[in-house]
């Protein structure tokens, strides 16, 4: 990981400043926002994690009207030892990330969770 200047650590985070727009990033990593930590998943991500077809998968999910990209609440554990902490990256409601490619603002939706809106 290019040098980032950590901005938080606890016992189960490692938190660093958030990513330039220009960098993006990845399935599977981690935000803090607000104190609260989520993962970044998507539809083709999760369709090959279980061995089904992404492009099929993401039809499904048009169909059906759910999301194609997300941001998951990560479980809160108390008393977490890490044994290696995760890494997690600092962004604020309102901040644009790109994910996948795409540029996205990271919303409050009305449900305390936070979404992914496309831009």
Do not use: S
């Not at 016992?11 to 990513?19: I, L, N, P, R, T």
């Amino acid at each position: 990981m290019a040098l980032r200047k950590v901005v938080e650590e606890n016992a189960k985070y490692k938190v660093f400043e958030g990513k330039k727009i220009t960098e993006g990033y990845k399935p599977e990593e981690k935000l803090c926002v607000n104190n609260w930590y989520y993962t970044f998943g998507d539809v083709f991500t999760y369709a090959l994690g279980y061995g089904k077809c992404p492009l099929e998968a993401f039809e499904d999910a048009k169909k059906l009207g759910y999301a194609i990209y997300w941001l998951i609440p990560d479980p809160l554990t108390l008393g977490a030892l890490a044994e290696d902490k995760k890494h997690a990256f600092l962004v604020n409601v309102g901040e644009k990330v790109k994910y996948a490619g795409k540029i996205f603002t990271v919303e409050a939706a009305p449900n305390d969770n936070l979404v992914l809106v496309e831009n």
